[in-house]
Structures are given as C-alpha cells and as structure tokens.
C-alpha cells in the first residue's frame, strides 16, 4: 500500500500484485498437480505396453491353436517351447496340453489348451485358449 501527497492531503492507492503468500500457495498447488499428472502419465505407459503384450500373446495363442487343431489326429501331450526364433516374440514362451476328457462311455472330447506367457516387470503374465473338438 502507498500513500500519495497532494494539494494538502493524502490519498491511499492500492498497487495490485500477489503477496508472497499466495505466491507460494499457487506454486504448492501447482507442483501438486504436475506431481499428479506425472504419475497418470507413468501408468498409462504402463497400461498401454501391458495392452501390446497382451494383444501379441493372444495373436501368439492363436496361432499356435489354429496350427494344433490343424494337425489331425489329436493325441494327448503336454509341451512347452518358446519364440526364440522369430523376431519380437522372444520374451514369450508357449505351454499346449491336450487332452481326452470322458463324457459318457467310450465318448471322449479332446481338450486343447494353448497359453503364452511373458515377464511384465516382476510378474509372470499369461494369456490362455481353451478349445474342444
């Protein structure tokens, strides 16, 4: 606040600007935010490379389970492998199972199972496909 004189009497004029105070609380608000924000941005990052594994492993799955059933006949076997040799895909390993599953007497339904898994961070990922012929 300043007081100016003049012709004999004093006039108070008001400057306008921010106190230090509510310069400090606009930059605490502010670095609260930015803080915030920077923390969405990291998980969505996250999330998206999450949704690519998951998108490649299910692309992976299927194909693997269209190459299965594509092999006729059907017998049982439990195997593991994974994509070293193919670009990309070598952070992902694959697990089959088929089985005979009994319905009623001697009428069998072969069960196929195909998953792909993968590392994300320090979790272990998996995408599986169930079919039955």
Do not use: C
Request: charged share 20%; net charge negative; proline share 2%.
């Amino acid at each position: 606040m300043t007081w100016v004189v003049g012709h004999g009497s004093r006039v108070r004029v008001q400057q306008g600007g921010f106190t230090l105070l509510e310069v400090m609380v606009a930059v605490t608000i502010m670095s609260m935010v930015l803080v915030t924000l920077l923390g969405l941005q990291s998980r969505t990052t996250q999330d998206v490379k999450l949704a690519e594994h998951i998108t490649t492993a299910t692309m992976l799955a299927k194909r693997m389970m269209v190459d299965t059933i594509g092999t006729k006949p059907l017998q049982p076997v439990e195997d593991d492998g994974d994509f070293t040799g193919e670009d990309n895909f070598s952070d992902y390993a694959w697990k089959r199972t088929i089985s005979q599953i009994p319905l009623f007497g001697a009428v069998f339904i072969t069960e196929i199972r195909v998953a792909v898994l993968w590392t994300e961070g320090t979790r272990l990922e998996m995408v599986e496909l169930v079919d039955y012929e």
